[in-house]
């Protein structure tokens, strides 16, 4: 019989609430809330590192961002969690498809083709009604 593997948490500092963390790495998962302080998982936390690298090239924490409303964002059905602090850092605004404010990410407003610094599209792709081409095509036929 083998020994079982110590309990070893991963200790890390939330880059959406800033709240310590120290979390068993088997309760690690894409979607499953792992922060005490937010309930963020690894995949929103991914989306705010991500987010971080390609605007300023390092993986700070979202209170770390600069307020600069000359970064234009735009979001599709984002999380709360993050979408309402990215608002208050940066020119950054949270679409739906079916309430206010609107996006129909196959027909976005011909000013908003190239208005952007970033698109966050992490729940909704896989919602998209056939030809999903062009939601990938900014709304341009294919």
């Known amino acids: 019989m083998q020994p079982e593997d110590p309990v070893v948490p991963v200790d890390f500092a939330c880059n959406i609430c800033g709240t310590r963390c120290a979390v068993h790495v088997h309760r ?18 991914s989306i705010v590192y991500l ?8 993986g700070r924490p979202l209170a770390d961002f600069p ?13 709360d969690g993050y979408a309402r602090p990215l608002a208050a850092k940066l ?7 079916q309430q206010s404010p609107q996006l129909d990410i196959k027909d ?23 030809p999903i081409e062009r939601a990938f ?4 036929p294919c």
């Open 28 to 45: 690690l998962s894409r979607e499953a809330g792992s922060c005490p302080g937010c309930d963020s998982t690894v995949r929103l936390r």
């Open 51 to 58: 987010l971080s690298v390609a605007l300023f090239g390092d």
């Open 67 to 79: 307020t600069d409303k000359g970064i234009h964002g735009i979001g599709l059905s984002d999380w």
């Open 91 to 97: 020119n950054y605004c949270d679409t739906f498809f």
């Open 108 to 130: 976005p407003p011909e000013e908003w083709r190239t208005t952007f610094d970033f698109v966050i599209a992490s729940d909704v792709f896989e919602h998209v009604a056939p």
């Open 137 to 140: 095509a900014g709304g341009h």
